[in-house]
């Protein structure tokens, strides 16, 4: 089993930036896909961006081209690095493989995009 530690969320004016991280606590290299997901309030969790071991990424159709993921094997680590947010961003933000393994949900980081 993996555990999966998210940081880097926080409270950011619309059209600002942040950048999520997702600290593994095992070798992700063996995962094929990795993926940032989110949950807003009332909603259900959605797939945001994917990573797979080859560098191949996918998007949601918000996101694209304000949201870039990347993934560091070596570190076992993978990011999110979000421009040109919006209200609509605002969830908590879970790291996860693609599929997603029940036991890997972490406890996620808060995104929130207000003025």
């Known amino acids: 089993q993996v555990q999966l530690v998210e940081s880097g969320g926080g409270l950011v004016q619309p059209g600002g930036s942040l950048r999520l991280s997702c600290a593994a606590s095992g070798d992700i290299s063996r995962f094929y896909a990795m993926a940032w997901h989110r949950q807003a309030p009332g909603k259900e969790r959605e797939v945001v961006a994917t990573?797979?071991?080859?560098?191949?990424?996918n998007y949601a159709d918000s996101v694209k081209g304000r949201f870039t993921i990347s993934r560091d094997n070596t570190q076992n680590m993978v990011y999110l690095q979000m421009n040109s947010l919006k209200p609509e961003d605002t969830a908590v933000y879970y790291c996860n493989t693609r599929p997603p393994r029940y036991n890997f949900w972490g406890q996620g980081t808060q995104v929130t995009v207000s003025s």
């Open positions: 990573v797979t071991n080859s560098d191949i990424t």
